[in-house]
């Protein structure tokens, strides 16, 4: 179901008047009217149910119950900068999964370079729109961040601040070569750990750029058979590794 998301943390707040833009989302495009339910969460990840008190000045919402969801997989996207819009499809998805974080990353192959703080600060807003409206449509639980593109320098600080610590987080890297003897199921076995899911550009990682990675803490994950785009790579990678953690009570490993 869809539903409106609320900016900055709404944890303590009763009632809500909307900005015009708000309003004509939840009037026009949820078709939402007087005394109608709805459900909502806020950018500090709480869930509400509200409903419409106001019209008419302006749009007033109460906010009735807070949502308590279960604590669900704590995932993250590290995706390298893509060719055109590719990245906007990227982004949606990975909110529709239910990723936490989005970390945006220069690597040498990308074609894209975000050269000037301008470029990147316009981007990194016209990103987090494209997260607005995917959760919005989507009606994803987790409240997904995206952080403005870093590069291997900052990476491993970034992850740790966000959560995805080298020793207290399952960091895979998707590559198109077979690094390891390893499988994905293997990796998923031990403790239930926040997972970062890491994804190269067209031209892949360089091999010192892997090397890199792999010093990072980051275990390699190849799938056989053909190369995949890497909008196909981000999103057959994240559904692969949430379903075996899904599913993971389920089954047991054979030797």
Known sequence: MRQLVLPGDKGE??????????SRYLLRVLRMGQDDVFPAIDEAGHAFLCTIEAIEPELIVSLLARVESAAGLRMALVQALPKGPKLDLIVRQAVEAGVEAIFPIQTRHCVVREASEKDKADKLERRRKIVKEALQQSGSATTTKIFSTTTMADLDARLSAEGYPEDGSLRLI???LP???VT??????????????????EGGFAPDETEAFLAMGFKPVH???TILRTETAALFALAATKT???EKASWTLSK
Do not use: N, S
């Open 13 to 22: 707040e009763k009632r809500l008047a909307l900005d015009e833009k708000t």
């Open 174 to 176: 998707f590559h198109e």
């Open 179 to 181: 690094l390891g003897h």
């Open 184 to 201: 994905l199921h293997e990796y998923c076995a031990g403790e239930q750990l926040p997972t970062v899911i890491l994804v190269g550009p």
């Open 223 to 225: 799938f056989e058979g």
């Open 244 to 246: 075996i953690l899904m």
